[in-house]
């Protein structure tokens, strides 16, 4: 595969503001399950994400918009409810109504904002008379209270309300948000609405201002401020029941202090961070101060606590993460025993999540990639770093026109390539300069959408004629006029009119079809329809009238319905149209997979049929009007998409879908039919034949424990894929796999061991299963080469490991958009390859960085990687990371035919674009550390 390594596409990741998990402790695998993590970005968008036992898949984005800022996320569960069996007598157990999640955002505005997670924006907003809000907290159900003053009559008071009250549903009833302006303001989500309540306080002095706030007790809630205090008012009637001071700042510091993070232990003990670098523990009874720990240099700006109240983490400016925990005795004093710098920037915002399975603690900041961290494991488990570019790639290409399309927050950017790989390299005798990469690539527009909301999807026709944006507003559309086809000249843009159903809702998704005649858009709350694209009599480029279709309904039971997170889980994510354009499928978050067929009006009588090979007679017969203008019109009334009966029939995938993919090969013959490819969260790949409604020979001949070590592995998930007849592509955001679907896979374990199974210090190597959800084991006497801080007693005696680092791997010296390495070194292991993988093939023996590991990696791909014949079944590659996307270019693939034809020979060649978005492009805000800090 011939690949153009390109890092000029613009993709500026957001930083991170606020982190919230929806059930932070789980206590049954019903929780568990519906557990979700909502990351806040200074853009305004909110990802959600799915723990998934350690696998973190980031399910869906809300967009935001313009001058929007998502600042404090909470999640409000209601209270479980249990339905009543139809007969009681019958022994049966009754089932559980998960409650209801729903997610409240704040954004430095007078404003509180409820998302509608299963239609992907915002859902309601009210406002009070007060200043801009600072912090926000849910009030916890009255089963919750427990800890600090007033907890009895508070749990009294809580118990009678809850027997006036037909049922739990309105145990939480009511937020919390502290203001700029020092006021306390309640708002009220009972009944499923959200409305201001009233001003619980509203301080005299304007310039106290409530940064931080926590519940202690359903009734007690305790705001960190600006004035070197924090204050627990009790919500009943707003008094003030005690001023904790800080006292002042050191000399040379200013006159007051600013309590930027506050937490309540169990117990109900608080704690609190502050810009002195001090975490404080209060007691929770007499609110009095039992501890002041020096936890870091500089300000403490997020604060996270274990569910038993055992272990508080603490995060600030100085980048650092700080573990404390209870020393031995009976005295109960804290103390530090771990910290270490996991990010580049300040560490600004904390979640933790425990759960039978997981432990972690997830931390965000301006370097914009979460971090999960072990909780329990902490000091004896590997962190890991969730990518900060998003699952779907914000990447398209129209292949036939050489463009690249790359969009984000509200600009579509359109590139050139203007010579292909060989003619660039062949005009060059191979020594390709900047220059030359410089000169061949050319920006060709830059489309600033109008409006507030942030780009959803967009979508370029192979032709590059036309283009579909999609907002959480709008549908909208335009026509890319090329001045001059044979030379890369501006780009005029022209809109189309969208019919008003599409324009005015906004979308989800957006996929124009290969042939450029059709256009999908998902809508809010997943309705899909499909919009022919067709020329007027003056030749301008419109859209007919939307024909939507129905999925086919799926047995799903009531109490998750009804409560959880309701239908979220059947969010369509994924689309995907044949190479011939006649077959349409799509997929959602529980697994189910869609398929539909175009088929004209002379077949509908026939019924439900299976044949490729009649639809794709109907399509020859109908594109051949496709041409002449006057024609449209009856090529819509005799082309309709129908539900493909085969597609009951399809299984319902082991997990959620990530990739979802059409082959290149169209069906030629009466018994041939279509290849749809899936791949999930858990490394499940599976070929499909549609029509069929089964799986393919490959995907039962060659389960998930055939594939090899080295992938099913790999932490990261996958993101796309391209294909070459019957090779398919896979990349993700640190990988590049291949994998031949024309040849079986070796036995489990045949070929020797692989990297999961070498022997280290003595011991093999710990499953993920058997991890917290972070990352691996650490080995034994082995610390990673970074500044690790130890606390080994109450005499502060500390202990500094510092190692030496190796040094970076260099990842290429490319900066720009080509690579081709030719490595002469790997010719004689090539064994019949065709020449197109040498640009990436040379880089897996020439690795100067990799040490062991990428000695083990190589002997992995050497033993594993070969049939008797000598082509490859699989291969892969960490060369190119972080990868936003890698998109076709030219004619993409091959037929059937074709694909049979060089079945035992060469492959077509297959070009591509892979763009890399290195971190130290990533534009940091200032920070206000030291350049001198170890």
Same mark, same amino acid.
């Given at each position: 595969?011939?690949?153009?390594?390109?890092?000029?596409?613009?993709?500026?990741?957001?930083?991170?503001?606020?982190?919230?998990?929806?059930?932070?402790?789980?206590? $049954?695998?019903?929780?568990?399950?519906?557990?979700?993590?909502?990351?806040?970005?200074?853009?305004?968008?909110? +990802?959600?994400?799915?723990?998934?036992?350690?696998?973190?898949?980031?399910?869906?984005?809300?967009?935001?918009?313009?001058?929007?800022?998502?600042?404090?996320?909470?999640?409000?569960?209601?209270?479980?409810?249990?339905?009543?069996?139809?007969?009681?007598?019958?022994?049966?157990?009754?089932?559980?109504?998960?409650?209801?999640?729903?997610?409240?955002?704040?954004?430095?505005?007078?404003?509180?904002?409820?998302?509608?997670?299963?239609?992907?924006?915002?859902?309601?907003?009210?406002?009070?008379?007060?200043?801009?809000?600072?912090?926000?907290? /849910?009030?916890?159900?009255?089963?919750?209270?427990?800890?600090?003053?007033?907890?009895?009559?508070?749990? /009294?008071?809580?118990?009678?309300?809850?027997?006036?009250?037909?049922?739990?549903?309105?145990?939480?009833?009511?937020?919390?948000?502290?203001?700029?302006?020092?006021?306390?303001?309640?708002?009220?989500?009972?009944?499923?609405?959200?409305?201001?309540?009233?001003?619980?306080?509203? =301080?005299?002095?304007?310039?106290?201002?409530?940064?931080?706030?926590?519940?202690?007790?359903?009734?007690?809630?305790?705001?960190?401020?600006?004035?070197?205090?924090? !204050?627990?008012?009790?919500?009943?009637?707003?008094?003030?029941?005690?001023?904790?001071?800080?006292?002042?700042?050191?000399?040379?510091?200013?006159?007051?202090?600013?309590?930027?993070?506050?937490?309540?232990?169990?117990?109900?003990?608080?704690?609190?961070?502050?810009?002195?670098?001090?975490?404080?523990?209060?007691?929770?009874?007499?609110?009095?101060?039992?501890?002041?720990?020096?936890?870091?240099?500089?300000?403490?700006?997020?604060?996270?606590?274990?569910?038993?109240? =055992?272990?508080?983490?603490?995060?600030?400016?100085?980048?650092? $993460?700080?573990?404390?925990?209870?020393?031995?005795?009976?005295?109960?004093? &804290?103390?530090?025993?771990?910290?270490?710098?996991?990010?580049?920037?300040?560490?600004?915002?904390?979640?933790?999540?425990?759960?039978?399975?997981?432990?972690?603690?997830?931390?965000?900041?301006?370097?914009?990639?979460?971090?999960?961290?072990?909780?329990?494991?902490?000091?004896?488990?590997?962190? !890991?770093?969730? *990518?900060?570019?998003?699952?779907?790639?914000?990447?398209?290409?129209?292949?036939?026109?050489?463009?690249?399309?790359?969009?984000?927050?509200?600009?579509?950017?359109?590139?050139?390539?203007?010579? *292909?790989?060989?003619?660039?390299?062949?005009?060059?005798?191979?020594?390709?300069?900047?220059?030359?990469?410089?000169?061949?690539?050319?920006?060709?527009?830059?489309?600033?959408?109008?409006?507030?909301?942030?780009?959803?999807?967009?979508?370029?026709?192979?032709?590059?004629?036309?283009?579909?944006?999609?907002?959480?507003?709008?549908?909208?559309?335009?026509?890319?006029?090329?001045?001059?086809?044979?030379?890369?000249?501006?780009?005029?843009?022209?809109?189309?009119?969208?019919?008003?159903?599409?324009?005015?809702?906004?979308?989800?998704?957006?996929?124009?079809?290969?042939?450029?005649?059709?256009?999908?858009?998902?809508?809010?709350?997943?309705?899909?329809?499909?919009?022919?694209?067709?020329?007027?009599?003056?030749?301008?480029?419109?859209?007919?009238?939307?024909?939507?279709?129905?999925?086919?309904?799926?047995?799903?039971?009531?109490?998750?319905?009804?409560?959880?997170?309701?239908?979220?889980?059947?969010?369509?994510?994924?689309?995907?149209?044949?190479?011939?354009?006649?077959?349409?499928?799509?997929?959602?978050?529980?697994?189910?997979?869609?398929?539909?067929?175009?088929?004209?009006?002379?077949?509908?009588?026939?019924?439900?049929?299976?044949?490729?090979?009649?639809?794709? =007679?109907?399509?020859?017969?109908?594109?051949?009007?496709?041409?002449?203008?006057?024609?449209?019109?009856?090529?819509?009334?005799?082309?309709?998409?129908?539900?493909?009966?085969?597609?009951?029939?399809? *299984?319902?995938?082991?997990?959620?879908?990530?990739?979802?993919?059409?082959?290149?090969?169209?069906?030629?013959?009466?018994?041939?039919?279509?290849?749809?490819?899936?791949?999930?969260?858990?490394?499940?790949?599976?070929?499909?034949?549609?029509?069929?409604?089964?799986?393919?020979? &490959?995907?039962?001949?060659?389960?998930?424990?055939?594939?090899?070590?080295?992938?099913?592995?790999?932490?990261?998930?996958?993101? #796309?894929?391209?294909?070459?007849?019957?090779?398919?592509?896979?990349?993700?955001?640190?990988?590049?796999?291949?994998?031949?679907?024309?040849?079986?896979?070796?036995?489990?374990?045949?070929?020797?061991?692989?990297?999961?199974?070498?022997?280290?210090?003595?011991?093999?190597?710990?499953?993920?299963?058997?991890?917290?959800?972070?990352?691996? !084991?650490?080995?034994?006497?082995?610390?990673?080469?970074?500044?690790?801080?130890?606390?080994?007693?109450?005499?502060?005696?500390?202990?500094?490991?510092?190692?030496?680092?190796?040094?970076?791997?260099?990842?290429?010296?490319?900066?720009?958009?080509?690579?081709?390495?030719?490595?002469?070194?790997?010719?004689?292991?090539?064994?019949?390859?065709?020449?197109?993988? =040498?640009?990436?093939?040379?880089?897996?023996?020439?690795?100067?960085?990799?040490?062991?590991?990428?000695?083990?990696?190589?002997?992995?791909?050497?033993?594993?990687?070969?049939?008797?014949?000598?082509?490859?079944?699989?291969?892969? $590659?960490?060369?190119?990371?972080?990868?936003?996307?890698?998109?076709?270019?030219?004619?993409?693939?091959?037929?059937?035919?074709?694909?049979?034809?060089?079945? #035992?020979?060469?492959?077509?060649?297959?070009? /591509?674009?892979?763009?890399?978005?290195?971190?130290?492009?990533?534009?940091?805000?200032?920070?206000?550390?030291?350049?001198? +800090?170890?």
């Amino acid at each position: 595969m011939d690949i153009h390594r390109c890092r000029f596409v613009p993709f500026p990741p957001s930083p991170i503001n606020a982190l919230a998990f929806s059930h932070p402790h789980t206590r $049954t695998n019903l929780q568990s399950n519906l557990c979700r993590l909502a990351v806040g970005r200074a853009n305004g968008d909110i +990802e959600i994400w799915n723990p998934l036992n350690g696998a973190w898949h980031q399910e869906s984005v809300m967009r935001g918009g313009q001058d929007r800022s998502i600042d404090g996320l909470v999640w409000v569960v209601e209270p479980d409810e249990e339905m009543p069996t139809a007969n009681p007598d019958s022994g049966h157990e009754k089932s559980v109504i998960p409650g209801r999640s729903r997610l409240f955002s704040i954004g430095y505005t007078s404003a509180v904002t409820e998302w509608d997670l299963e239609k992907g924006r915002p859902l309601r907003t009210a406002s009070g008379q007060h200043g801009d809000i600072w912090c926000l907290a /849910a009030q916890p159900p009255a089963s919750a209270a427990a800890g600090g003053k007033g907890n009895k009559a508070g749990a /009294a008071a809580s118990a009678q309300q809850q027997q006036l009250q037909q049922g739990p549903a309105d145990a939480v009833t009511r937020l919390v948000a502290g203001t700029i302006d020092g006021a306390l303001a309640i708002y009220t989500i009972a009944d499923s609405e959200l409305r201001f309540q009233r001003l619980l306080i509203k =301080s005299p002095a304007r310039k106290t201002q409530m940064v931080s706030i926590a519940f202690q007790s359903r009734d007690v809630v305790v705001v960190g401020c600006s004035d070197s205090t924090l !204050r627990a008012y009790d919500m009943r009637n707003g008094n003030l029941l005690r001023k904790m001071s800080l006292g002042s700042d050191l000399a040379g510091g200013s006159k007051e202090i600013i309590v930027w993070s506050v937490k309540c232990l169990p117990n109900g003990d608080i704690v609190s961070g502050d810009s002195t670098g001090h975490v404080t523990i209060w007691d929770g009874k007499t609110y009095t101060q039992m501890q002041r720990i020096q936890s870091h240099r500089q300000d403490v700006l997020s604060l996270s606590a274990s569910a038993d109240g =055992s272990a508080i983490l603490s995060g600030g400016m100085d980048r650092r $993460t700080v573990l404390h925990k209870r020393m031995p005795g009976p005295v109960g004093r &804290w103390g530090k025993v771990w910290s270490r710098k996991y990010h580049d920037h300040d560490v600004k915002t904390m979640a933790s999540f425990e759960s039978s399975k997981m432990s972690v603690v997830v931390s965000g900041g301006p370097d914009a990639s979460p971090i999960v961290l072990p909780l329990k494991e902490l000091g004896r488990e590997n962190h !890991r770093t969730l *990518p900060n570019l998003p699952q779907q790639p914000p990447l398209q290409s129209a292949a036939k026109a050489r463009l690249i399309m790359g969009w984000w927050n509200q600009e579509v950017h359109i590139w050139k390539l203007r010579q *292909p790989f060989d003619g660039l390299y062949n005009n060059t005798n191979g020594n390709v300069t900047s220059e030359d990469l410089d000169k061949n690539r050319k920006l060709l527009k830059t489309i600033l959408i109008k409006g507030e909301s942030n780009i959803a999807s967009a979508s370029i026709s192979p032709d590059g004629d036309v283009l579909a944006v999609a907002t959480s507003t709008d549908v909208k559309a335009f026509y890319l006029e090329h001045n001059n086809p044979s030379k890369p000249s501006d780009i005029k843009v022209a809109p189309i009119q969208v019919p008003p159903s599409l324009a005015a809702v906004g979308a989800r998704l957006v996929q124009i079809s290969p042939d450029g005649a059709w256009l999908v858009v998902v809508q809010a709350g997943n309705k899909i329809s499909l919009v022919r694209l067709g020329r007027d009599d003056s030749g301008a480029r419109t859209l007919s009238r939307p024909q939507p279709i129905t999925r086919m309904k799926r047995k799903t039971p009531k109490n998750l319905i009804v409560g959880g997170l309701g239908t979220y889980d059947r969010t369509i994510v994924h689309v995907s149209f044949a190479p011939d354009s006649r077959m349409l499928a799509v997929a959602d978050l529980a697994g189910y997979i869609d398929t539909w067929v175009l088929r004209g009006a002379e077949s509908e009588g026939e019924g439900d049929r299976d044949d490729a090979s009649s639809a794709a =007679s109907e399509e020859s017969s109908s594109d051949s009007d496709d041409d002449d203008d006057d024609d449209d019109g009856a090529d819509e009334a005799r082309e309709k998409w129908h539900h493909t009966p085969a597609s009951t029939l399809l *299984p319902k995938l082991p997990a959620p879908p990530v990739v979802l993919s059409f082959s290149n090969d169209i069906p030629s013959g009466d018994s041939s039919d279509y290849t749809l490819l899936a791949i999930t969260t858990s490394w499940h790949i599976l070929a499909f034949h549609p029509l069929e409604g089964a799986l393919t020979p &490959w995907s039962r001949r060659n389960p998930v424990a055939r594939l090899p070590t080295t992938i099913r592995d790999t932490r990261d998930l996958a993101k #796309g894929v391209i294909w070459q007849g019957p090779r398919v592509w896979v990349h993700g955001v640190s990988f590049l796999f291949m994998l031949d679907l024309s040849q079986d896979l070796s036995e489990p374990n045949a070929g020797g061991a692989s990297s999961s199974a070498v022997v280290q210090a003595g011991r093999k190597r710990k499953r993920r299963g058997a991890e917290s959800g972070a990352g691996n !084991r650490m080995t034994i006497g082995a610390i990673a080469p970074q500044q690790v801080d130890r606390f080994t007693s109450d005499k502060k005696e500390w202990q500094l490991d510092i190692e030496n680092a190796a040094p970076p791997s260099s990842e290429g010296s490319d900066t720009d958009m080509v690579d081709r390495d030719d490595d002469d070194d790997d010719d004689d292991d090539d064994d019949g390859e065709s020449g197109e993988e =040498s640009n990436v093939e040379g880089t897996q023996g020439g690795r100067s960085a990799g040490g062991e590991l990428a000695a083990m990696r190589n002997r992995d791909t050497r033993m594993d990687g070969r049939s008797g014949s000598g082509r490859k079944r699989w291969w892969y $590659t960490y060369k190119y990371r972080p990868i936003l996307g890698v998109v076709p270019l030219g004619t993409p693939g091959a037929t059937s035919e074709d694909s049979k034809a060089n079945a #035992g020979g060469d492959l077509l060649p297959v070009e /591509a674009v892979l763009v890399e978005r290195p971190i130290w492009d990533v534009d940091l805000p200032e920070r206000y550390g030291t350049n001198d +800090e170890r």
